[in-house]
């Protein structure tokens, strides 16, 4: 079955260290892989997608996602944290045939000043 | 300009009741999106509309009944509300469906007491 793990259900990181969330999925073939994020009592916004070729990939607020087929993973990274950064963090994946997404369980992000 | 909107944004109401939540997207896309988050934050998708036609209905109790009048609205209808029934109900839409690239709306929470 289709599915997409998010190993960390919670993580802390101080204001301005760096942060990668992980992501792993299991698929027949690769799907597209997306991050969104979630702030409190929020909906969810698009940070970034893969559809295919360069494995890194930009996305807004200064995140970034590298695709590793080998590993099948798509982890989110940033290189320094806010602390506006705290949310829950969602990975998903969607088969191009399926037109829905599917998501992991979410990684919430907790910043210490 | 509020792309996704949901109404109500809280809901509270006794078992056994039937109640609505309406959904409407000004961003011009073809498919509209149901998805249900639990207390856990786990979500997961109910239905998926485009262009007015049902195109995805997950394994949902047939109390819950989706319907869209246009493809700039899709309404959840759900009868004889049950306990488990308490979540969070996301809004979605996207052009084409195919990409994943979802825009949310802010989420309306259901409380079944």
């Known amino acids: 079955a289709q599915s997409v793990t998010q190993p960390d259900i919670h993580i802390t990181v101080s204001e301005g260290a760096s942060l990668e969330l992980r992501c792993n999925y299991s698929y027949g073939a690769t799907p597209y892989l997306f991050w969104y994020v979630q702030s409190p009592g929020q909906g969810l916004q698009l940070l970034l997608k893969y559809f295919s070729g360069d494995t890194l990939v930009q996305g807004i607020k200064g995140f970034e996602a590298e695709f590793k087929r080998s590993q099948s993973s798509f982890n989110l990274r940033k290189p320094s944290v806010h602390w506006s950064d705290a949310a829950e963090y969602f990975c998903?994946?969607?088969?191009?045939?399926?037109?829905?997404?599917?998501f992991g369980s979410g990684t919430r992000l907790q910043v210490q000043p | 300009d509020t792309a996704v909107s949901q109404t109500p944004k809280y809901l509270v109401t006794q078992m056994g009741n039937d109640k609505s939540i309406k959904c409407e997207q000004n961003?011009?896309?073809?498919?509209m999106y149901w998805y249900k988050q639990d207390s856990k934050k786990f979500l997961k998708i109910m239905f998926s509309y485009n262009n007015k036609e049902l195109i995805i209905n997950e394994t949902v109790p047939n109390r819950f009944s989706p319907k869209s009048p246009d493809k700039a609205h899709l309404n959840l209808h759900i009868n004889s509300l049950e306990l488990g029934d308490s979540a969070v109900y996301f809004c979605?839409?996207?052009?084409?469906?195919?990409?994943?690239?979802?825009?949310f709306g802010e989420g309306s929470r259901l409380t079944v007491l």
């Open positions: 961003l011009g896309h073809d498919t």
């Open positions: 979605a839409s996207s052009q084409g469906g195919r990409t994943g690239e979802l825009f």
């Open positions: 998903a994946a969607s088969d191009t045939g399926r037109r829905a997404l599917t």
